[in-house]
């Protein structure tokens, strides 16, 4: 196990992400995506890294990293914890480190029972590179128009991008860089066509920053859509052993009396429609996010820059797709 001296190689292997060597620039014909998530405050987020890597194992996605927007202590371990079952432990992670940046923890206990019980060698977010830093080179290396970013937790590390200064990284400002190398940006964030939802909340300052500065298109999966996909009671009930996945949903569940049944899949929908393409489950509804603090209105404009889901799939069916994803056992290798 390595603990504090952990951060230099795990720098080290994202400072060789700038595609010098090409180790880590996305294959063409499949979504280039890096995950942004709180992991901690809710546990649909396990389900929306375990889905990341069932489809990464498909060959549908190509992952470039999971980065975390929360600096609670456990956050990244637990991702380290997710990447490591899954077959990718090299895989890119990293932490916010601005001052104030949010540290939000689970009241469930499932962070401390999975970092507890499975391999990871990431030890405390401290430990982790800087989200700004690892997202200035992954983006760097990257084709022009290629990567998605999918936000599935606070708006932080993509206010810091925003705010991005040319650097010894790229030339580019954050808002170039941005407009030069992502394709979308998918988030987890709203509800529609107006209400008020946690991932907004939490860092309303940067989400009113993004939500109205961002140069590319943005897709919303909000929380009525999330609301209503109730999935976990299959993968809690399968005979698999020794899954950090299906342990994080048994111990939430098992703990919180309203998710007998399942928990709802609001982070999972937006890894959904990030990877396959929105219209193959959605449709959408186009127009311009109005921030309102840690509210959010909506405009409809057929030509507007964003969208949100809206159901066209019915709700079994996806219930069954996302479960199915979230059930994938790692490839042996």
């Excluded at 209503?228 to 949903?249: E, I």
């Excluded at 959904?272 to 959408?284: K, Q």
Aim: charged share 20%; net charge neutral; glycine share 8%.
């Amino acid at each position: 196990m390595k603990y504090a001296s952990l951060a230099l190689p795990l720098l080290s292997m994202i400072l060789s992400c700038t595609g010098h060597k090409g180790e880590e620039v996305a294959r063409p014909g499949k979504p280039a995506i890096i995950l942004d998530t709180d992991i901690g405050p809710d546990y649909d987020d396990v389900g929306a890294v375990a889905m990341m890597h069932a489809l990464a194992d498909s060959g549908e996605v190509e992952p470039l990293a999971i980065i975390a927007s929360n600096a609670q202590e456990l956050v990244v371990p637990t991702i380290d914890v997710l990447n490591t079952y899954f077959g990718r432990p090299d895989l890119p992670t990293a932490a916010p480190k601005r001052p104030n940046a949010p540290q939000a923890g689970a009241s469930q206990g499932w962070p401390e029972l999975l970092t507890g019980r499975y391999p990871h060698r990431i030890r405390s977010s401290t430990e982790a590179p800087d989200a700004l830093t690892a997202y200035r080179r992954l983006l760097a290396a990257q084709p022009d128009s290629s990567v998605t970013i999918v936000t599935i937790g606070f708006l932080t590390n993509m206010a810091s991008l925003l705010d991005s200064r040319p650097d010894s990284i790229s030339d580019l400002n954050g808002k170039e860089l941005i407009g030069r190398k992502v394709k979308r940006l998918v988030s987890m964030a709203g509800a529609f066509p107006e209400g008020r939802e946690y991932n907004v909340l939490v860092d309303s300052v940067a989400s009113g920053k993004v939500f109205t500065q961002w140069p590319t298109e943005i897709i919303f999966s909000g929380f009525e859509i999330g609301k209503a996909v109730v999935t976990g009671l299959r993968l809690t009930q399968d005979t698999l052993r020794n899954s950090p996945v299906k342990d994080a949903f048994a111990k939430a569940m098992s703990f919180s009396k309203g998710d007998s049944l399942g928990r709802m899949s609001w982070d999972q929908t937006a890894v959904l429609a990030a990877a396959r393409g929105a219209e193959r489950y959605f449709g959408l509804q186009r127009g311009y996010f109005i921030p309102k603090g840690g509210n959010n209105a909506w405009k409809d404009d057929p030509k507007g820059p964003h969208a949100y889901l809206k159901f066209k799939t019915p709700v079994p069916e996806l219930t069954r797709t996302i479960e199915d994803l979230m059930m994938h056992h790692p490839v042996t290798k």
